[in-house]
């Protein structure tokens, strides 16, 4: 049951941060293992391979550990008694990495 309520509210807290961050091009997921999908551009896709290592990288400095799918997703995979609170701050410091990284590329 908390893997289904707190990952819908990390699910829900990355969702809102797609409207304000070009680089995410898609949040997918269950429960508590969420992907966001990096791209360089949200028409065609292109994959954010760099950007995506340099969020991770950003993230980890921050004290949040994420990890690295495919090319260019990014894996959240938090234990499951994770609380509210704690998605929480996932989701700010996530947003943080986000915005140096959209900083270092303009």
């Known amino acids: ?33 969420i992907g966001v999908e990096l791209v360089r ?3 065609t896709k292109e994959r954010a391979q760099e950007e995506r290592t340099a969020v991770v990288n950003a993230a980890f400095r921050r004290g949040l550990l994420v990890l690295g799918a495919g090319k260019n997703a990014v894996r959240f995979c938090p234990p499951l008694v994770l609380t509210a609170d704690q998605a929480d701050t996932a989701v700010r410091i996530f947003d943080e990495a986000l915005t140096d990284v959209e900083r270092q590329r303009t």
């Open 1 to 33: 049951r908390n893997a289904a309520s707190v990952g819908a509210r990390l699910k829900a807290g990355l969702d809102a941060l797609a409207a304000t961050h070009p680089l995410i091009g898609d949040v997918r997921g269950r429960g508590l293992m």
């Open 41 to 43: 551009d949200r028409v």
